[in-house]
Nanobody, 128 residues
Framework: QVRLVESGGGSVQAGGSLRLSCAKP?????????WGWFRQAPGKEREGVAA????????YYTDSVKGRFTVSQDNAKNTLYLQMNSLKPEDTAMYYC????????????????????WGQGTQVTVSS
């Protein structure tokens, strides 16, 4: 089973920044058509935060993070990043990286059902 590897979570004060990274498993050479970031706060549903459609390079964001978060990938397309600026306490959640080689199913790129591969999650805590 493909397991993505996330890093970069932590604790920060409101207004601060963090950068999350998501790497393909070592030795995994296939490309992903889409990959993105999801988050889940206690008692809430897992929601799509940001995603990248690799063939076009188009990026997508949920409304609450537009203008603050930026999703990108390295040139080799082996690592996905999420730069998070102007963090707010409501951004506190477990953040998960997700990817899929096909990105089909017509669920939408910010829908969790689009993705077959997931990471273990990294915690982001923003204090006021």
């Amino acid at each position: 089973q493909v397991r993505l590897v996330e890093s970069g979570g932590g604790s920060v004060q409101a207004g601060g920044s963090l950068r999350l990274s998501c790497a393909k498993p070592s030795g995994y050479t296939y490309s992903y058509n889409c990959w993105g970031w999801f988050r889940q706060a206690p008692g809430k549903e897992r929601e799509g935060v940001a995603a990248l459609f690799t063939p076009s390079g188009n990026t997508y964001y949920t409304d609450s993070v537009k203008g603050r978060f930026t999703v990108s990938q390295d040139n080799a397309k082996n690592t996905l990043y999420l730069q998070m600026n102007s963090l707010k306490p409501e951004d506190t959640a477990m953040y998960y990286c997700a990817a899929d080689p096909v990105c089909g199913g017509n669920y939408g790129i910010l829908n969790r059902n689009t993705y077959g591969y997931w990471g273990q999650g990294t915690q982001v805590t923003v204090s006021s």
